[in-house]
């Protein structure tokens, strides 16, 4: 037949018929087990699909069985066995690979005791993956976690690769290709190490910025993009509790608010030349309270004075103010910004500052941002300090002596981007502000 020697193209010509015709006519003169070069393949029929399944339950390879049915590529089977072809032609006892977050099980058409291992199976991931990754989900994993998941279950149990990667839906040329990566040597290992001791050591609560600058004074040189990158793969993220505010001083207008000379400038050129202050509260498990009442100087963010109770009385208040005017050099009388709290409108606060030749200033009412620069530091302690520790059985006293040391923490040796990497103590003496 000259379709089978010569140019498809030339004989249909020649013969009038389409190329397509001649080619599936060379097709079915070769024989169903045969492919002729540049021709459609041409489907297998079901009985040959029959035996292929046959074998492979009976443990053959998809090689073996290619070669003994005469099917052209092993590549043919591995696709019968994952369920192409025809509906009925699925391998009995196999589960379909799941997309997304579907479970490998979903879509199972196997018997009982298939099905309970495939349960079993997705418990094993499951478990391997809060153990090993902390992922949310297996749809949130990348292909090099699933890879280290997979290498993981295959150390503690005996399942088959094959069963792995397609539960958790990973090709075999994708897994080698991560498994390759992660037996290469980390040329960061030191680094990680480094960056978890530092993060570790500020009690989670510090960033990239801070651990960059860290391992700059340390020696080493690296950028704070690589910084970043390691910390998420370290997984020191540092976490931020919102709450919302339940401590409220405002007890009404019960005396003429100053006006907001502020306006949420929280900038000063020289020390005590603005001065922020505010009461928050503390609650322990025992049901307890403490509270603070701290003055802050918008210069370098230093807290000129505070006062620890337990409760949020005038005296805290004023004990504060106090302690802070008792700092000032002669000549000075800074502006002396708060909310709008009835601490701040009694008598005694007002002849404090009267009396030091302080100016009071107002925040709008119910506008936490024009004094945002205080509850910043607020926020900051609590997250540093408070939040995501156990207070169970410490008691008031306790607290509040561990409360004040951190304060002393905070400005002598807590360091600060905008400070240049210093605690404001360290800063000021850097401008030769302190002895």
């Not at 037996?183 to 009690?203: C, E, M, N, Y």
């Not at 997984?235 to 306006?263: M, Q």
């Not at 807290?303 to 008792?326: H, Y």
């Amino acid at each position: 037949m000259l379709a089978l020697t010569g140019d498809f193209e030339k004989s249909a010509r020649m013969s009038g018929i389409s190329g397509r015709t001649l080619r599936r006519w060379a097709a079915n003169a070769a024989g169903p087990q045969q492919r002729t070069c540049g021709a459609k393949f041409e489907p297998y029929g079901d009985e040959v699909r029959g035996k292929a399944m046959e074998m492979a339950r009976k443990g053959a390879s998809c090689r073996g069985i290619a070669e003994a049915l005469g099917i052209g590529s092993p590549d043919v089977v591995r696709y019968w066995l994952k369920g192409g072809g025809t509906k009925g032609a699925r391998m009995s006892g196999r589960a379909r690979t799941p997309e997304g977050d579907e479970p490998a099980y979903a879509g199972f058409e196997g018997g009982l005791e298939e099905r309970i291992r495939q349960l079993e199976l997705e418990n094993d991931i499951l478990r391997g993956a809060v153990d090993l990754l902390k992922a949310g989900s297996l749809g949130s994993m990348s292909n090099m976690e699933k890879t280290a998941l997979i290498n993981k279950l295959r150390l503690e149990s005996d399942r088959p690769l094959r069963e792995l990667t397609d539960s958790l839906r990973i090709s075999k040329s994708s897994y080698e290709y991560c498994r390759a990566k992660l037996r290469a040597k980390d040329k960061h290992a030191q680094l990680r190490i480094d960056i978890r001791r530092i993060f570790d050591g500020a009690g989670g609560t510090r960033g990239y910025r801070y651990v960059h600058n860290e391992l700059r004074e340390g020696g080493v040189v690296v950028s704070e993009k690589v910084v970043r990158r390691l910390m998420a793969e370290e997984g020191c993220k540092v976490a931020y509790l919102k709450r919302k505010r339940r401590y409220n001083s405002y007890k009404g207008e019960i005396s003429d608010a100053p006006p907001n000379l502020v306006r949420r400038n929280f900038h000063a050129d020289a020390p005590n030349k603005l001065w922020l202050t505010d009461i928050t509260e503390f609650k322990l498990p025992s049901e307890e309270k403490a509270y603070l009442s701290p003055v802050i100087d918008c210069y370098d963010g230093l807290v000129v004075a505070w006062r620890i109770g337990r409760r949020p009385s005038a005296a805290l208040a004023n004990g504060s103010l106090e302690d802070a005017c008792g700092t000032l050099s002669p000549g000075q009388h800074p502006v002396c910004h708060s909310d709008r709290g009835c601490h701040y409108r009694w008598p005694g606060w007002i002849g404090i500052c009267e009396g030091n030749g302080l100016t009071r200033s107002m925040s709008k009412k119910g506008c936490s941002p024009d004094n945002s620069a205080c509850e910043g530091f607020f926020g900051r302690l609590k997250n540093e300090f408070f939040y995501y520790r156990d207070w169970d059985g410490v008691t008031v006293d306790s607290f509040m002596e561990l409360l004040n040391e951190y304060i002393v923490f905070y400005n002598e040796r807590r360091k600060k981007q905008s400070l240049g990497w210093m605690s404001p103590r360290q800063y000021r003496s850097s401008k030769g502000l302190v002895a």
